[in-house]
């Protein structure tokens, strides 16, 4: 279900929408407040803080608040400030507050992998900037069809073109892309 569709959805029923959210979204939300809380919460902490992050996002919903962003980063943005307060409360609850002279620094180290995550993000950028080198109508078909998962169909009918050209078209910016990218360095087990 698109983001368009859940505001439509919402105009029709708010309950359908929650439900409809929630269960699009529900995975997601696990996934960044356990990233948080996986070292400070128990099951019954992280099952907690989900359910505040549902609440705030529900009641965001229910103010009509106009949500013409991406969805999924309004969520991913309350997720993770609704998991480092409770983080905060449960490390001020366990007296575990680290003072940098302290001996315990070693509590600090991150699983995050900085190297990792720094070569995604120049991947990712190269991806951008070839799909940008493929021109128009293509860059908006292959951004719409992989990046925001629409279909031929509600593509074709965004850029009045038909569902048979866009399907050709993309097929024809996939092979152009694929040479593009191999020129950059970049293989398709670069890109998983």
Same mark, same amino acid.
Request: hydrophobic share 35%; with cysteine; aromatic share 8%.
């Given at each position: ?25 529900? /995975?997601?939300?696990?996934? =960044? ?8 919460? %128990?099951? $019954?902490? @992280? +099952? ?46 366990? /007296?575990?507050?680290?003072? =940098? ?8 180290? %991150?699983? $995050?992998? @900085? +190297? ?66 191999? +020129? ?9």
């Amino acid at each position: 279900m698109t983001d368009m569709e859940l505001r439509m959805l919402m105009a029709e029923s708010v309950q359908k929408c929650h439900r409809a959210v929630f269960d699009k979204y529900c /995975n997601y939300v696990y996934a =960044i407040v356990i990233n948080i809380l996986r070292n400070c919460g %128990s099951r $019954e902490d @992280i +099952e907690d803080c989900v359910s505040d992050v549902f609440f705030k996002l529900y009641k965001q919903l229910d103010a009509k608040t106009d949500f013409s962003g991406d969805l999924k980063s309004f969520i991913a943005a309350i997720s993770r400030n609704t998991a480092i307060d409770a983080f905060r409360r449960l490390s001020n609850q366990n /007296n575990r507050s680290v003072y =940098i002279d302290d001996d315990t620094t070693e509590e600090l180290r %991150s699983d $995050e992998r @900085i +190297e990792e995550n720094a070569e995604k993000a120049e991947r990712s950028r190269i991806l951008l900037g070839k799909i940008k080198e493929l021109g128009e109508p293509d860059t908006t078909i292959i951004i719409q069809q992989y990046f925001y998962n629409r279909t031929a169909k509600e593509i074709a009918k965004s850029i009045s073109m038909t569902a048979a050209a866009v399907q050709k078209r993309s097929s024809r910016a996939k092979q152009k892309l694929k040479a593009l990218l191999c +020129e950059a360095g970049i293989g398709k087990e670069d890109l998983i």
